[in-house]
């Protein structure tokens, strides 16, 4: 392919870098007054870092590092208004918070916007392109069967409707995954005249068909020209998953909204919230890791991360006593489904039962036990047993959050759509630049 292809690709990226860049900077100059005053009303060019990252570093879920390498935007001042002008990069500026402005030494070593994204191009292998391979559907298989009248269940993603068919003697093909209790009915009824299936032999073909569903695999096709049916990638199949999840939720939230008694609309906020959050925590923390190996990639999206991060901070975490953080919110989430779910027993404390006056005599007192062995250690009753099973009940924490943190967590589930929707975008204009 020509210099000037290539040239023409590495420009498309540029573009969406000065573009997203500009955004987060204007969004930035609003929000934190030092940018204004580093700029405005000054006769001079102030260098911005913007950090590589925005979402609070936890160690439990943020398996990587922190990039060094970031974006150094070039402001001046038009008016009352912060410009931004050329977009450099540069490696190993400490950035403790969202951004920095930096001293004319820290600038002596910037690297220009072309060249940082030639040199983050050349180094970004092929891995992270696993998410946008074509996903070409399940893989044939087949197990054999012991029992007299099957011999075989395959996995036939070809098979023609019906889903679940016998195609020889003794061979049962099914076109996807379905329930076993579905597989057994229709080999029940098919082997009917011939005295249908025994207990064993359903016990035999629901454990091989347990391992058949277990060994199932989706090939993906790495991309090789290019990505021309980005919906059929894997992060592609993943996108429209979550913007699912995001419009059932909304419709839910909504009818909540209108009877915020209605302990269904809530249960069905809960379950979608949860769905949600447990799938797409792991999800932001992978685009995270992706971006902290391949800076390029959080330049493209740098827009997106920040709305994100900007939704994120508006759920009411000062209301809820927690902290900005993202196993915080799976908590919240998480205690707030629970309760509703795992709520059985008409009790929201712990109930204490004074028996000063009761005749619960003490059997005996162990003491001295060996160093670290608990098991028997302490006061013992003569009913010791009724003890230890009225002691195992207990009861889901009482953690309820507000329609508001609700309503907040919609723009979260939203932003986090976004993001993903533009990491695909990005991912296939970098495959794109690379290839041509």
């Known amino acids: 392919m020509s210099q000037n292809v290539r040239s023409v690709a590495n420009t498309q990226i540029e573009n969406k870098i000065l573009s997203a860049v500009d955004s987060v900077v204007q969004q930035m100059a609003s929000v934190f007054d030092e940018i204004g005053r580093a700029t405005i009303g000054r006769n001079t060019t102030t260098y911005l870092a913007i950090n590589s990252s925005f979402l609070s570093r936890e160690k439990q879920i943020f398996k990587t590092n922190q990039s060094q390498r970031r974006i150094v935007v ?36 910037l690297i220009s916007l072309t060249d940082a994204v030639a040199q983050e191009l050349a180094t970004v292998g092929d891995l992270i392109f696993v998410l946008i391979g ?45 329930p076993p209790e579905d597989l057994l009915e229709v080999i029940a009824r098919d082997l009917e005249k011939e005295g249908g299936l025994s207990l064993e032999s359903s016990r035999a073909i629901a454990d091989v068909y347990d391992r058949l569903s277990d060994a199932a695999i989706t090939d993906v096709v790495l991309p090789t020209a290019g990505v021309h049916h980005p919906d059929d990638t894997v992060l592609g199949k993943i996108l429209a998953s979550l913007r699912n999840q995001a419009d059932e939720y909304k419709e839910a939230l909504k ?147 507000s329609t508001s943190f609700w309503k907040a967590n919609l723009r979260v589930m939203e932003q986090a759509c976004q993001l993903a929707e533009h990491i695909l975008d990005a991912l296939v204009l970098i495959h794109h630049s690379r290839k041509t």
């Open 74 to 109: 070039e402001l001046s001042a038009t008016g009352k208004k912060v410009s931004v002008g050329r977009i450099s990069a540069c490696d190993d500026t400490s950035v403790k918070n969202h951004y920095k402005v930096l001293s004319t030494k820290e600038t002596a070593h």
């Open 255 to 401: 009818k909540l909204e209108e009877l915020p008694d209605d302990s269904k609309s809530l249960n069905e906020v809960l379950r979608l919230a949860y769905n949600f959050s447990s799938d797409t925590v792991p999800l932001i923390s992978l685009f995270t890791s992706i971006c902290d190996l391949k800076p390029l990639v959080f330049w493209c999206t740098i827009k997106q991360h920040w709305a994100l991060y900007r939704a994120f901070a508006a759920l009411p975490w000062s209301a809820l006593g927690r902290k900005e953080k993202l196993s915080e919110y799976q908590s919240i989430v998480s205690n707030a489904r629970s309760y509703a779910f795992h709520h059985v027993l008409p009790f929201d404390s712990t109930v204490e039962v004074d028996l000063s006056q009761a005749n619960v005599r003490a059997d005996k007192i162990r003491l001295f036990l060996p160093f670290r062995e608990t098991r028997g250690r302490g006061v013992h009753m003569k009913d010791q047993q009724l003890v230890d099973v009225l002691a195992e009940f207990s009861r889901a924490k009482l953690r309820p959050a």
């Open 134 to 178: 074509t996903m070409k559907g399940l893989r044939p298989d087949a197990h054999k069967v012991e029992t007299a009248s099957v011999k075989e269940l395959r996995l036939l993603p070809s098979l023609p409707d019906p889903d679940i068919q016998r195609i020889a003697p003794g061979v049962y093909a099914i076109k996807k995954i379905v």
